[in-house]
């Protein structure tokens, strides 16, 4: 346990943080990443060229020791981090090696003069008493899923059933377990890891389910990155038969219960989770207002899917913008997503449960859209993709 002198240390080390974690963090991984190769597979690398896996880190580490007195009030935070860990498979072994860097990353960074051993001692406790947290934490949900009907354990293999081009980006993969068992349900909206060797390496990735629940088989739909490793990977070579290892679905990015009208906003592949939710939120009766914003319509995955939703449910109400439209799309509105759009799509006064995903900038100019019509943080929901960050707006 942290002794009171230790926690005084700790926060005084906040400043520092505050202007000087990003480079701290970067230098961490740089040396984690390079040197372990049981950690190297944990973490996405054009996180790292973009600098968002360092920022994210930057912002929990620091949040940390702020509320070092109080990691209650880290709120959600600890919960993103245990989904994104269990749907990665982090498992206790790594946490010695994150804390092996972290705390010879603060030693060089910092400095002997103010990294001293009462710090790095400090900074050491406050490590073990956070992972202690995370590994608690994530075996309740591991064991979970292991024992809950269809679950498991660990990765399993499932085969590719189906491969579906949604759009000129977009492809989605049906996938059923080769033991040709159940699988467990999940919460619309979370996500599943998975485990594939590219060119001799170990590459892990999350992606959102797709479809709803049915106990027989998933659901990705996975847009082609420019430069990504693993999307074209399973665009190009992963066939009907082939076999991909996937851990259980995680996240905390789903529904909560409530009476309020609807609005789930995504942009590009942010479309994806926001469709099982869909279904979910037009089983339970509740008003729908479906917001999807593309480049133009080459690119609108599931606008058929959509369209015959709507037809089905009186209650849902879907709108499509396209910023760079093509000759013959059709959209509501053309350009970017404005106050003045949200003011006349959806219910007003702010009276709506929003959900919203999809680039970094998008989200942030939504949240701050969402604002702006009168709709509270506290009704407004965002899952990232990528590392967790604030999200500035």
Not at 156 to 163: E, I, L, P, T, Y
Not at 337 to 357: H, I, K, T
Request: proline share 6%.
């Amino acid at each position: 346990m942290l002794t009171a002198a230790q926690r005084d240390l700790i926060k005084a080390t906040v400043p520092l943080l505050e202007t000087g974690g990003e480079a701290l963090t970067k230098h961490f991984y740089g040396l984690m990443l390079t040197e372990s190769d049981a950690a190297r597979p944990l973490f996405n690398q054009a996180h790292q060229s973009s600098g968002d896996q360092p920022r994210a880190l930057a912002n929990s580490v620091l949040m940390y020791a702020k509320h070092i007195d109080r990691l209650e009030a880290l709120g959600p935070l600890v919960g993103q981090i245990v989904a994104k860990h269990v749907a990665l498979q982090v498992l206790p072994e790594h946490y010695p090696i994150v804390g092996h860097y972290l705390l010879r990353s603060i030693r060089e960074v910092l400095g002997p003069e103010i990294a001293t051993d009462e710090i790095i001692d400090a900074w050491g406790t406050a490590y073990q008493m956070l992972a202690d947290l995370l590994i608690g934490a994530e075996e309740s949900v591991y064991a979970a899923n292991a024992q809950a009907p269809g679950g498991w354990r660990g990765g399993r293999m499932f085969q590719v059933v189906d491969k579906v081009r949604e759009s000129a980006e977009i492809t989605s993969f049906h996938l059923q377990p080769v033991d040709g068992g159940a699988v467990v349900d999940f919460q619309p909206g979370q996500y599943i890891g998975m485990r594939l060797q590219i060119d001799g390496q170990e590459v892990r990735r999350n992606y959102s389910l797709s479809a709803v629940p049915n106990g027989r088989s998933y659901r990705i739909s996975v847009k082609r990155e420019d430069g990504g490793k693993v999307s074209n990977h399973l665009h190009d070579n992963v066939r009907l038969g082939d076999a991909l290892e996937l851990f259980a679905p995680a996240g905390d990015f789903t529904l909560v219960a409530g009476d309020r009208p609807i609005a789930l906003i995504s942009g590009g592949v942010g479309i994806t989770p926001t469709l099982p939710m869909l279904e979910q939120a037009l089983a339970s009766g509740r008003p729908v207002h479906f917001i999807h914003c593309a480049r133009n319509g080459q690119v609108h995955a599931f606008r058929q899917f959509i369209a015959d939703m709507q037809k089905q449910h009186p209650q849902l109400r879907s709108y499509t913008c396209y910023s760079e439209a093509l000759p013959g799309d059709a959209a509501d509105a053309e350009g970017l997503l404005s106050r003045e759009l949200l003011q006349q799509w959806l219910p007003a006064e702010g009276n709506v449960d929003a959900y919203f995903l999809g680039p970094k900038p998008f989200m942030a100019q939504v949240k701050k859209l969402l604002r702006d019509v009168g709709v509270p943080d506290a009704q407004s929901r965002y899952e990232f993709f990528g590392p967790a960050a604030a999200l500035e707006a």
